[in-house]
């Protein structure tokens, strides 16, 4: 019998490649398994917003609005803005990086 002698070299190089292989099949299918099987699951149906709201709201979805009555109003004409629209702009930064903070 003749022992024939292995370097480490080669061993290392064949047998890490194939456990690799078996390592990303095996992660490969259990994600496709959690992706398949792990998703929750829709069991009820999504409610209609006209069953979730109280009765006298609903009254409200089925309104319509009348913009000129609205805007004649004279209660929303005697409404006053107490913020300056649009806001100034506000320079950012400096105009030269590398000048010193003052």
């Known amino acids: 019998m003749a022992i024939t002698p292995i370097s480490e070299k080669q061993n290392l190089s064949q047998g890490p490649n194939l456990w690799w292989l078996w390592l990303i099949l095996v992660l490969a299918i259990g994600g496709w398994l959690f992706w398949k099987f792990g998703q929750p699951v829709i069991l009820t149906k999504e409610p209609k917003i006209e069953e979730i709201l ?13 913009l ?35």
Do not use: C, M, Y
């Open 68 to 102: 000129e009555e609205i805007f004649n109003n004279p209660i929303f004409q005697n409404l006053v803005s107490h913020i300056e629209w649009p806001p100034s702009a506000v320079p950012l930064g400096k105009p030269n990086p590398f000048e010193p903070i003052r």
């Open 54 to 66: 109280p009765a006298p709201s609903r009254e409200l979805l089925k309104a319509d609005l009348n």
